[in-house]
C-alpha cells in the first residue's frame, strides 16, 4: 500500500532544474511533517529538506539556497523544486511523513514512505 507517491525525477545536465512531486494519502499528510531524503548508492540515507505545517522549514547546508520545499496541504501534495543541481545531487529522493518527537533530519522520526524517484545529473 503507497502512502507516498513521488514523481519528477529524470536525468538532467548539470545546473538544470528539476521539480519533484510528492502525492500523499490523507492519513501520510496529516501528519506533522514532511520532507524529502535522498540515498546514493554505497551512501546513508541523508536529509534533503523538511517543511511543517505549524509553518517551519530546514535544509540541507549543501543544498540551501539552490532547493525549495513547499506543500499544498488541503491537496495532500508535497514539491520539492530543485534548481542549479549538480552531480553529488544524484540520488534516490524519498517523500517522508512523520508526527513530531524526534529530530527533523533524522530519518527515524518518519513513519511514511514512498518508493523513491531517481535523480542523475550527468557532468
Known amino acids: 500500500q503507497e502512502q507516498l507517491v513521488e514523481s519528477g525525477g529524470g536525468l538532467v545536465r548539470t545546473g538544470e532544474s528539476l521539480r519533484l512531486s510528492c502525492v500523499a494519502s490523507?492519513?501520510?499528510?496529516?501528519?506533522?511533517?514532511m520532507g524529502w531524503f535522498r540515498q546514493a548508492p554505497g551512501k546513508e540515507r541523508e536529509f534533503v529538506a523538511a517543511?511543517?505545517?505549524?509553518?517551519?522549514?530546514y535544509y540541507l547546508d549543501a543544498v540551501r539556497g539552490r532547493f525549495t520545499i513547499s506543500g499544498d496541504k488541503a491537496n495532500n501534495m508535497l514539491y520539492l523544486q530543485m534548481d542549479s543541481l549538480k552531480p553529488e545531487d544524484t540520488a534516490v529522493y524519498y517523500c517522508?511523513?512523520?508526527?513530531?518527537?524526534?529530530?527533523?533530519?533524522?530519518?527515524?522520526?518518519?513513519?511514511?514512505w514512498g518508493q523513491g524517484t531517481q535523480v542523475t545529473v550527468s557532468s
Open positions: 517522508a511523513a512523520g508526527d513530531f518527537g524526534g529530530e527533523y533530519y533524522t530519518y527515524t522520526s518518519y513513519d511514511y
Open positions: 517543511i511543517s505545517w505549524s509553518g517551519y522549514s
Open positions: 490523507e492519513r501520510a499528510a496529516s501528519r506533522d511533517r
